[in-house]
């Protein structure tokens, strides 16, 4: 007999150990004969990481996907693995260091490297088991790590066949750096901040003794402030002989190289080629036209840094600005030696070496309050404002991030990007939801060079070796580099000839080259990740087969950063799209709607839900409200409420068992001749084909709601409920038929409920399989494709369903006590529908606690109706309940109701609290008004019949 609960923390590791022993989900396990390949990478997370609700989505969708194909028959795999994460790792293992008092500098690049591998052995990876206990069915024997040999040879072919191609280059661009790591990192590295800052305006002088005359206006009080465009006539205008400029950030003035206007600005079209003197440098830059600068923000006047904004960045280039580097590294201001700043300041006056003296190797942030001083005391400064804004920090070293003018490599993702677009554009790859194509669209057709150099030392380093005059070699490793460099010295004449010549002699080769010290971003190996785990660059089986794969599930957040780079890959080295189809799943928020954040404290843990609920309790609520392009809001409480519905179908099982429900081999749909089972055997050939359907078209949450409709519903509340006079009854042939019939329903829905609900769905097939036991695993097992159908007998049977479903929803509004048993009135039923009544009056008696059953030929007064095709039911309400005292009841829930309806309209009335309140409350209280609502409309209608009814 089977156990009176089900207790997932025994039965989920028995099941995992069970699948493990049937190798059930190695590549190809189960598959037909010649059967289609199908293949999802992971996305691989990182080897530091932890499972959050994020990937418990992410990969529960995978997983639907993978053993709902398997159990169809084709031939799968779930290739799994994980990311290095570069930054992420080295800060781990350099913490640990940091605790010991080492230093990674101290014990240098090659031993650093093997304590990372040796924490990796030891501590890396906890993810990877914490995906198994979700119940992810990947094949684990085929388990990739991005930096292990066979992904490293993949990248490095990469990266030489790009070089080689001119597709990568070196080149000096602004990059996001991180001057606590030390390091450029990615934009999904940057996180933005919301800041009290300050608006700083300073007064730069112009140049050759020019003056201009600048318009004001006039606020209420007759005070002179900033006029812009839009303002219409000026009320006047002063002469001028300075510009003023506004910044967040006074400490990069130092890099000043020019100031912009926007052409059509009447405010500074005369000063258009003019010249400004930079205050505390004494740089003499120009005042160039260009759109960028918005009239209508700011003094429409910008100072641009090009070495220190993006923006102004390529604004300089458009102009030939210089890009002045005043920073160092860590963020301290550098100017002595500094050639790039001192260049044209030669014979400069005594403000400058002040400026210097001052400021030289003062960190940023000190050199701010620093020139906001010198500013004002040389009467520069125009004013302060308070200023709320979003300033970029990296994520990890948790520091404001600077825009940094460096060396460092890049791949021309432009020339790249084109047949990766015309992919998508042409449709051989679909995005679902489709709206997401856009998103891809606007960011690749705008795609900037991609900055793939890290200043790490974990990561895969870079194949590039220079000479001893910074020629570069770039090749496969040190021995063909060497080969390049003598053969490139050896055939120029020159000094260097010479010195190469000389090494060799010596036996020195070692001398000649130095190694780029820079590693790769961690996405150039996740962009290889769908062809590079199946062996490329080798021509293995494994490639041959399952590239390309089928599906991508991802979060959209990283369509930039992963998807369009492996699109971009495949494309130029597979000369075929890596996937055909990208399905994007949302965000999972917290019950209110908000983004989950540890700063918040409303991050919810997934293991800490399954250690509570159970894996298919947190699989199944993420998947039936995992609708498409709607964010997944969780309430641990909706996670207990799916539990239950799991032992819903455990308690169904056990019941079914009691009353000798067992499998027959022998049994078929189309033999079945009670009008109860053609119906659940019609009902079934539905449900599954709407699970199919919403499975293969990525509506998880329908296959999810289509599932639970069926097993909560018809299967468990009607069909066992139905059947229980025939287990009761006399009739053995009924009762053999219905429970052959209940054996084959139940073993079908463990079927329809595995991918969703894999270790408890497990269970029940492998209890349920009889002396003989069964012939494989579930997961192993074929999915089902029923084609019984009896269209009479389920309209029939569901005629009663919606009777007594309407005759109880009635009771239940109008307070009527469970125990009171209800007279029920048929109006204008015709022949058929007299039929139907009288086939079903027993269960129509039994199950909606019915006594006498008549029929009339118009309502009786006072009765609450139910109308079921051309007739109406009605159910007398005088004897049923105190009228007067339900009135009453009905009358203070309704007022109660109004109360807080009144309430939230004039809360959700209010501009202030709409404007300034987080979205998701105000989201949150226009749906309890709407809850409200509704509820107030049901409780007038039960008093209008109670009304009636007296």
Not at 47 to 57: E, F, P, Y
Not at 708 to 722: P, Q, T
Request: one cysteine or more.
């Amino acid at each position: 007999m089977l156990e009176k609960t089900y207790d997932a923390a025994s039965v989920e590791p028995k099941i995992a150990a069970r699948w493990e022993e049937a190798d059930a989900f190695r590549a190809g396990a189960g598959a037909e004969a010649g059967a289609e390949s199908f293949t999802i990478v992971i996305p691989p997370p990182n080897v530091t990481g932890s499972l959050h609700m994020g990937h418990a989505l992410n990969n529960t969708l995978q997983d639907i996907m993978v053993r709902f194909e398997r159990m169809r028959g084709k031939d799968v795999l779930w290739q799994p693995g994980m990311d290095h994460a570069g930054i992420a790792t080295q800060m781990v293992v350099e913490r640990q260091l940091m605790e010991k008092q080492q230093h990674r500098r101290d014990m240098g690049r090659e031993k650093f490297v093997e304590k990372i591998w040796d924490w990796k052995a030891e501590s890396g990876g906890a993810i990877m088991n914490q995906l198994k206990r979700l119940g992810a069915s990947c094949d684990w024997s085929r388990e990739r790590f991005t930096m292990d040999e066979g992904l490293s040879k993949a990248v490095v072919e990469v990266f030489v066949s790009l070089y080689k191609q001119e597709l990568i280059y070196k080149d000096k661009r602004l990059v996001n750096w991180d001057p606590k790591l030390l390091t450029a990192i990615s934009d999904l590295e940057v996180e933005q901040v919301e800041t009290n800052g300050n608006l700083w305006h300073f007064r730069y002088p112009l140049a050759d003794g020019l003056t201009y005359e600048h318009p004001y206006r006039l606020d209420d009080e007759g005070n002179r402030v900033i006029w812009r465009p839009s303002d219409g006539q000026p009320d006047g205008y002063e002469t001028r002989d300075y510009v003023v400029v506004a910044t967040t950030r006074p400490e990069t003035m130092l890099g000043d190289s020019g100031v912009a206007v926007h052409p059509d600005d009447p405010r500074y079209r005369e000063l258009i080629g003019k010249n400004v003197f930079l205050p505390l440098v004494g740089r003499r830059i120009p005042i160039v036209a260009d759109e960028y600068p918005d009239p209508e923000a700011g003094t429409g006047a910008v100072k641009m840094t090009p070495a220190h904004d993006f923006n102004d960045f390529e604004v300089g280039k458009r102009h030939d600005l210089a890009q002045i580097n005043i920073m160092a590294t860590d963020a301290t201001i550098t100017l002595k030696g500094n050639e790039a700043f001192l260049e044209g300041l030669e014979g400069a006056d005594a403000p400058l070496a002040r400026t210097i003296a001052e400021l030289d190797g003062v960190d940023r942030f000190d050199a701010r309050k620093k020139i906001v001083a010198m500013m004002e005391e040389a009467g520069l400064l125009e004013k302060i404002e308070p200023h709320k804004h979003m300033v970029p920090h990296g994520d990890r070293g948790g520091v404001p991030i600077e825009p940094f003018l460096t060396d460092q490599w890049y791949v021309d993702a432009k020339t790249l990007a084109k047949p990766a677009i015309a992919s998508v554009r042409e449709g051989r790859t679909k995005f679902v939801p489709k709206n997401w194509e856009k998103t891809y669209f606007e960011w690749m057709e705008n795609i900037q060079p991609w900055c793939v150099s890290r200043q790490l030392w974990w990561g895969h380093q870079i194949p590039a070796w220079y000479g001893p005059d910074g020629q570069v070699f770039v090749e496969k490793d040190e021995e063909t580099a060497l080969e390049a460099a003598i053969q490139h010295y050896i055939s120029h004449e020159g000094p260097w000839k010479a010195w190469v010549e000389e090494k060799l002699e010596n036996f020195e080769p070692g001398d000649i080259l130095t190694r780029d010290e820079d590693v790769l971003d961690t996405w150039f190996s996740s962009a290889l990740w769908p062809f590079s785990t199946l062996g490329w660059p080798d021509k293995t089986p494994e490639l041959a087969r399952y590239y390309p794969t089928s599906v991508l599930v991802t979060g959209f957040d990283i369509i930039f950063f992963w998807v369009a780079r492996m699109m971009m890959m495949g494309m130029h080295f597979m000369e075929e799209e890596p996937f055909h189809t990208v399905y994007v799943h949302a965000l999972v928020r917290d019950k209110n709607g908000a983004k989950m954040s540890k700063s918040k404290g409303n991050v919810i843990d997934p293991l800490e839900l399954i250690d509570e609920y159970g894996a298919d309790a947190l699989r199944f609520t993420l998947t039936i409200m995992a609708a498409q392009g709607r964010d997944v809001k969780l309430d641990p409480a909706r996670v207990a409420g799916y539990r239950n519905f799991g032992t819903k179908l455990w308690n169904a099982t056990r019941f079914a068992e009691m009353n000798g429900v067992k499998r027959d081999e022998s049994f078929r749909p189309e033999n079945a001749k009670l009008a109860i089972n053609r119906w659940i055997l019609t009902e079934l050939t539905r449900a599954a084909n709407g699970v199919t359907e919403s499975i293969e078209t990525y509506r998880f949450n329908e296959a999810a709601g289509t599932a639970y409709r069926f097993v909560w519903s018809l299967f468990c509340d009607w069909y066992l409920e139905l059947l229980k006079p025939v287990f009761a009854g006399e009739d053995e042939e009924a009762k053999a038929e219905a429970r052959a019939c209940a054996a084959h329903v139940l073993d079908e829905t463990y079927k329809l409920l595995h991918p969703m609900m894999p270790f408890m769905t497990e269970e029940l097939w492998a209890h349920t399989g009889g002396e003989a036991g069964r012939d494989s695993v579930l997961a192993l097992t074929r999915w089902p494709a029923p084609d019984f159908e009896d269209a009479d007998a389920a309209a029939d049977i569901n005629w009663l369903v919606d009777l007594v479903s309407g005759i109880r929803s009635v009771r239940a509004e109008m307070n009527v006590p469970p125990s009171a048993t209800a007279p029920l009135v048929a109006v204008g039923a015709d022949e058929a529908t007299r039929a139907r009544i009288a086939r079903h009056d027993p269960a129509i008696r039994r199950l909606a606690r019915v006594g006498e059953l008549g029929f009339a030929g118009e309502a009786p007064k006072g009765s609450a109706q139910i109308v079921l095709g051309d007739t109406t039911f009605c159910l007398p309400l005088g004897d049923l309940i105190d009228l007067s005292a339900e009135a009453a009841r009905l009358e203070k829930e309704i007022a109660k109701t109004a109360s807080e309806m009144q309430r939230l309209e004039k809360k959700l009335g209010n501009e202030k609290f709409v404007a300034n309140a987080p979205q998701e409350i105000v989201a949150a209280e226009r749906e309890k008004l709407t809850e409200f609502a509704d509820a107030k409309g049901r409780l007038e209608v039960a008093l209008a019949r109670v009304r009636e009814a007296g």
